[in-house]
């Protein structure tokens, strides 16, 4: 995923490395502009690609759920935590903002959860993954920090607070789907089982779910998270698969 990181931070140490070197690139995906760049500096370079379907995780399970405030999606939260307390997992939020107050909503509530956003200071995020990739911390609330190249292997489920978007100036947002992606990537890893469970809350946010089903091929199946029988057999698949 470093690759991605390439095109702006000016390839200084390609530049002075010579011309024995060998590179390697690797990254969940690869946009235009970054494959462009690539093949200024690669020679020859052997291109080895996965095709749409198959980045689109096998093992994980892809749910949404209507939530249409916070307080709903936070119960929705507590309601997924109840059965996937035993395993880890992640939950993605938009901003700062919604990470620090749902982790706070939780730790009253007695959860013991970490949080990981941009903000924080490189040696204090290394801190945090370290704790939770030991297992000393079942909960991680994040930003699309975590999305990107970490590796914690045995996460059972990932929870979208809020979908991932392209922001838009002129119209209606756009899905991301590379982020969504990258989000979801985090379970279901190594042949594991995994769950994704998309929180949205109006008809323009069931489109951008859809339209991302649509795009990877996948059905995005309905979960009412307070229907508890229904989010204990979700939760079973992401922690045993059954």
Sequence with gaps: DQSLRLKSS??????????SYQSLLFSATFDDPVMQFANSFLKDAVVITVQR??????NVKQYYAMCVSHEEKF????????GISIASSIIFCRTKKSVEWLATKLARRGYDVLVLHGEMEISQRAQVITSFARGEHKVLITTN???????????AAVINYDPPVIPSTSGEPEPDFDTYLHRI????????????????????????????GQHFEREIELLD????????????FGVNGN
């Design 145 to 155: 920090v975590c999305a990107r190249g970490i590796d914690i292997p045995r996460v």
């Design 185 to 212: 990537g985090r379970t279901g890893r190594f042949g594991r089982p995994g769950i994704a469970v998309n929180f949205v809350s109006n008809d323009l946010e069931v489109d951008l779910i859809n339209r991302i």
């Design 75 to 82: 119960n929705g939260v507590v309601s997924l935590y109840g």
């Design 10 to 19: 000016g390839c200084r140490e390609l530049d002075r490395a010579g011309a």
């Design 53 to 58: 379907e198959q980045q689109a995780l096998h």
């Design 225 to 236: 998270v307070s229907d508890m029988l229904a989010v204990e057999a979700v939760a079973a």
